[in-house]
Every structure is written in C-alpha cells, then in structure tokens.
C-alpha cells in the first residue's frame, strides 16, 4: 500500500463518525505528526508505506474511532501559534479562548505602556492561557490556579517547554478561606466550567467521554458559582482601575453580567468569532 492510499484510506475510516471536512482535517494532522511529510507529499505520495507508520497510524484511527480527540490522540493542540502539551487531565484549548487573550493584550498595551502588571488567572487547565499571557507581555507577573494537582503538572510541563516564569498554586478557588494568600491583581482572568449538568447529554461524545468534567460542569441548581465568587473575590483583591476577563456561557450572557453589575463593575460584552456572546470584561470602578 502506498503513503496516499493508506492516507485516502484512514479517511474513509474517519467518515464512520466524522463530517467528511472533519475527517479530512483530523487526517492531514495525523499524517503531518506521523509521517513529517507537508500535505501535498503524502497525499500524493506513491511511495510504499514504512512499517512503521502503518503500525502508528492503525493504533492512531483505532483511538479515534472511539471518539478520542485528536490532540490528545498526538498529545498537542496548537494555541496562539504555539505547541502545548494536553491529555486528558486539561481542556483542550479553545479558539475563543485565543479570543480573550487578544482581548487582554489590546487592552493592556494600549492602556499600561508596559508597566509592570499583576494577573491573576483561575484555572490553570494546559495553562495556554497564562503561558501566553506572559510570552506576550513579558513585563507582567503571572499567578495561575487550579483546584487539580493533574492539571497543574500539565501546566507547569508547558510553561518549562515554552520558558514562560508563571507562579502555579493548587486552591480550591470556591472556598473563600483560600483567597487569604492570595494578592492584589491589575487583572484577574478565567475560563471557569460554565457547562450545567442537564446540557451533558445533548453534547459530543469526544468532550464527555474524554475532557475531564471538572473543567466543564457546574451544578444545575447553581450554574454561575464560579462567576459570583470571581465577582466577590475581585471586589477586595483588584486593583483599582483593574479588570476581570471571563469567557461566559452565551445563554447565560446577560446573568453573568449582571452579577459584576451588582459589584459595581463596569461591564462590557464581546461576542466571538461565531457571533456567540462569548466573553466579559468587568473594570472595577
């Protein structure tokens, strides 16, 4: 069997459960990773398939044919034009995420001129969101959280591998006894679980059955917790002048607002690229 026919092949094997645009994207990427050929070479390629790469790419299709995700099939996911490690103790990061993040830096150096700015974010997950932060605006002091000693150690492998200096503290963000040892921040940012319960079983199975719920679900009786307690929380320990960034659940859009509101913050939504209402800023006034 050839390189483009066992390519053409792994294809048609992904249309099982896949689109056919999604089946072809996942392919290009396994391929990519596998064989470090650029695309036009191996779906071209007339040339015998090695050993083995066939042995590589039948153990690959079977982890994804069960639903597995791609990245954490190849153990990366690309974020802001950097590599991060991700497994099934993170979220795989989002492109609305990338979203926040530009947000973040636009205001940043329109509004600091790089001075020396403290961030506090709440849940480190692959911590793609303080590494960038940081490899972006080199002049901040960063200090990421998360309740998950897992997901820490994926966080701090990524920070080492992209050489960003970040402060990593396992704290349960939810118990407010915590926050003592925490600071003052210019900026306080998060990617909160924003996902009730009742939605898990209209949602694919590569997320349910895969990205660590933790990250994802809230209780249905309380589905903005996390958001009141940043609201409560960023009232004392931010600076004045300084802002909140959250990425928010679109149906709960105008909820979530309102709880910054009634911190007296001053509020601003942003939607994505999908016109979805995606994310807040809430600037302490």
């Not at 795989?92 to 995420?97: A, D, F, K, S, Y």
């Not at 909820?255 to 939504?269: A, R």
Request: some cysteine.
């Amino acid at each position: 069997m050839t390189i483009s026919q066992a390519y053409k092949d792994f294809i048609n094997q992904l249309k099982r459960i896949y689109p056919s645009g999604e089946a072809l994207s996942i392919a290009d990427l396994i391929f990519e990773s596998t064989t470090q050929m650029p695309k036009w070479k191996f779906r071209e390629s007339g040339e015998a398939i090695p050993s083995e790469y066939e042995k590589s790419l039948f153990q690959k299709l079977n982890e994804l044919l069960t639903h597995k995700p791609v990245q954490y099939v190849l153990g990366e996911s690309w974020f802001y034009k950097r590599k991060f490690y991700v497994d099934e103790r993170v979220l795989i990061p989002r492109p609305e995420t990338e979203e926040l993040i530009e947000w973040i830096i636009a205001d940043a150096k329109n509004t600091s001129a790089n001075k020396p700015l403290d961030i506090l974010e709440i849940g480190a997950g692959s911590g793609c969101i303080p590494v960038t932060i940081k490899l972006e605006l080199p002049f901040t002091q960063l200090t990421s959280l998360d309740v998950s000693r897992d997901a820490l150690t994926v966080a701090m492998k990524n920070a080492a591998n992209l050489d960003a200096a970040i402060h990593f503290i396992q704290l349960d963000f939810l118990d407010e006894n915590n926050w003592k040892v925490l600071g003052k921040y210019d900026i306080v940012v998060s990617n909160p679980p924003y996902i009730p319960f009742h939605q898990l079983p209209s949602m694919f199975k590569n997320v349910t059955d895969f990205e660590p719920g933790i990250a994802l679900f809230v209780e249905d009786n309380d589905p903005l917790i996390f958001y009141k307690k940043i609201a409560l929380f960023a009232s004392v320990h931010l600076k004045t002048g300084g802002a909140i960034y959250v990425e928010l659940n679109e149906k709960f859009a105008s909820e979530t607002e309102m709880i910054f509101k009634e911190q007296n913050f001053k509020t601003t939504i942003k939607k994505d690229i999908y016109g979805k209402e995606r994310m807040i800023r809430a600037i302490l006034t």
